[in-house]
């Protein structure tokens, strides 16, 4: 079957640009060249011998080993030999997974940093913000982990400063012999 240039971007889009069987990254310029790297084809999610329809729920990318080796199995199955459960994401919907990671880590990082004074707010905030911006949107939606190290390194690293105001020095006292 043949698609116009318009479905053709939009179901190429529909993953930003990745086989949604593998993962592999696919060049919008090698549609249905077989044999050119990235090459890609347009594939039937349900298949076309199993009552599959040309709807645009039923289409998605794929390469072109990825596509033919599928056949008619399940979509399940075949990303199941990859390890993966669902199709790459959409670049607008990673988008909007970084600016709701990146509003949380810096809400998390400023709470975190709030408690050692006003610095500690502001660097908190920044870093959580920069933090939750740069998680995979493929992997977890919200790496806590990630936002509670940033917020333990600036309450940290707050402590450790001294003359500041609001800080307590960090004291460490050191017996001779503990260095060689």
Known sequence: MSFDEFSVNWIYDRTDGRCHVCG????????GQVGFRGA?????SVARALGGTDCWQNLLPGCVSCNRAKGILSTRSARARYGRRRAPLSRIKKQKIRESNASVGGLLGASLGSLCGPLGLLAGGVLGFQQGYELDPEG???GWPEVLVTGG????????????PDATPLRVKVMPGDFP
Do not use: D
């Open 40 to 44: 890609w084809e347009v594939e039937h």
């Open 24 to 31: 592999k990254r696919l060049s919008f310029f090698n549609y």
């Open 153 to 164: 390194i600036v309450w940290l690293l707050h402590l450790a400063m001294a003359g500041h």
């Open 140 to 142: 977890q939606k919200l």
